[in-house]
């Protein structure tokens, strides 16, 4: 077996404390770092994404799978030549004012890292003018994504998108939102460019979206 | 020789002239408290004898009597109780009943029939008694008692006088828990303490959402209004039944104690649950409040008092405040943790010196939502299953032909699935059968329906996603006040799923740590129990403050850690 499928396994498997020494014995054997990035992380992620999308595994091994990874990407980023992660381009993502859960959200950033972007994660309990602030200091993002967990926080939401929606460079960036009780329709209402319901789905969308 | 009868304990004795009742007590065996030794000082011996109250241990005999030791029991007798899993409590009610006789007042004395009255308690050893205010309804029934002669009865607390009575009653309490899916009410008798009647139902409030979040919302929307008086409907419609079980009559309930999570405390008062909704997630009250049971649509007795007891934190409420009455591990010097699983997992760890608490979302699974075959803990359902030589076995509620799998037969089969290596510690499941992420536990035509009882894969990611959850709280509670799984004592499961849960499986599956796997103890509805027991000794109720107050909270949302370790506990436990 090749190094970097064996990264890839672990990767998939989500077995965080082996996959460091994996992308070590990788990167003594000679491979490219790229290579292990890109085949050995990325794409594994793409395909975790793929088979969560279609109902085969679920959050837990999404979720280890993605800590896995930032294991990996820990041992290897001193070696990739800076600039080649987030090829993409710049997104923000952000947790909406009065929520404090950031597993789904670490789940969307996960998965758009891995689609190349540079993620700029400003947390959770985010206020709009956080959000705002953020871009003005990011002129160059090209996504900024908004997760809201509860019901309750969907006004947050709504808010935070319509404050946006205000702003001078409102047309220069693209809004994605998304969480658990979020539907295509609410975000329709609110003035959204896009909604996905999945981390996987979220990846596809913010490439569709940075590429118009 | 004078013949003494004890009416409440049945007991009789024969005792020569000028023995002292409270030495004619301690020759029928019975234990009363006389803490200052007889000297007359502390009142605490009280008894009723030909309808006044007096000082048992001042009162000699000088003719056959019949001897009520009520009154000293209702208030301070430490009748020891062991209820149910509850730790033992001094019965100590927050109500006293006193027998007075009221004298014709002869010319010349200025004072009023109120004031006599205070005075003839404060004499039968009452002394807060000075500081009852007048009460205009209850004082005009005075002047046709004094005519009439003869003795009746105070209700007082230590603060107000609730009636005044010519017979006794049987006086009651009530204690509620309210739970977001079920309700469990008790009616206690306030003589004794003992439990006269029990009654459960599901919560109506169901109606407007499943759980906290959903109800939140409908109330954020449309106002409190309908799901507060939806559940004080409920509730006073419990009352109803509850008195009648026992054949008490809901107007001799003088205190009822209500406890639940913090969003069913405040839409029960009618408190918006907006701050617990929204980050940082705070209770709009927390500190313990009494009212008049009527505020809140309670028909109980018309003075009847409501006690709430406090919350905590924002996910740790009321409940958890009644289950660390029922434990008070604040007085152990060894390490205890309490853990009430639920919706939520709320638990508290430390001793005496220290006590921390969090909240974790555990999820509905082992409530038997978000499971396939998933099912409460009614007939039918599986609850324990086991597999020896090969062969799978199992049992059900009421024997009843399987239809599903309730949380504790959801645990064991996980466990039994792991240990036998139908599955491995990541949770993937090879169930060797037709379809190998499915696990079929009993077959279409053994079960009492047509699908089957059977665990898939998803259900197994359900079950990680829980104990996961419950897991990653109990290792942070210990992280933070820097203990191991060795100095945990032992491990309080509150909870109807605590109750049946099979402790093994749930430390093989790394539910709970699996070295405190010998040293669980169930504890019942220990939320219910606390609201009890603050009706039973009011000292308890009233240092329920300041017990909750010295609980730490972690929010565990606010760690970095938590996730890391939330992700670390989603693996099974390798054996």
Known sequence: MSKITEVAELVEKGKAKLVGAAVQAALDDGCDPMQILNEGMIDTMSVVGEKFKNGEIFVPEMLVAARAMKKGVEVLKPHLATGSTGAQGKVIIATVAGDLHDIGKNLVAMMIESAGFEVLDLGVDVAAEKVIEAYRTNPDTKIICLSALLTTTMPALKDTVAALNAADFRSSVKVMVGGAPITQSFADEIGADGYSEDA???AMLAKKLAAV | ???VLFTREKKQVEVAEGTTILEAERLAGLLPDAPCGGAGTCGKCRVIVNGQTVKACRTKICEDL???TTA?????????????????VAFRPGIAVHAVRLEKTVPGDKRSDWERMLKSLFDAGVP???HFLPDPKLASSLYERCQKGGSWYVLHTDQEILDLRSEKGNLCFAAFDIGTTTLAGYLLDAENGQVLAVESRMNPQAQYGADVIMRSDYALAHGTKELSECIQREINDMIGCLAEQADRDRRDILQVCVVGNTCMHHLFLGISPASLVHAPYTPAISQSMTFRAAQYGLSVHPKGQLFMLPNIAGYVGADTSGCLLAIRPDLKEEITLLLDIGTNGEMILGNRERLVTCSTAAGPAFEGAKIECGMRGTEGAVDHVSYENGTWHYTTIGNRPAVGLCGSGLLDLTAQLLLHGFMDENGSLESGQDDPKRFMLVPPEASG?????????KDIREVQLAKAAIAAGIRILMQTLSVTEGDIACLYIAGAFGNYMDPISAGTIGLIPRSLTGRIKPVGNAAGEG????????????RTDALT????????AALAEFQDCFVDELEFPLS
Do not use: C, W
């Open chain 1, 200 to 202: 996987a789905s979220a």
């Open chain 2, 549 to 556: 107050k010295h609980v730490e909270f972690v929010e565990l």
């Open chain 2, 66 to 68: 019949k001897v009520d």
């Open chain 2, 1 to 3: 020789m004078y013949r």
């Open chain 2, 72 to 88: 000293a029991s209702a208030l301070e007798d430490a009748v020891i109780l062991t209820e149910g899993f509850s730790r033992p």
């Open chain 2, 128 to 130: 807060e008694a000075e």
């Open chain 2, 531 to 542: 609201a009890k027991i603050a009706l039973l000794n009011a000292e308890e109720r009233k």
């Open chain 2, 449 to 457: 329906n047509e699908r089957g009882v059977y665990l898939t894969q």
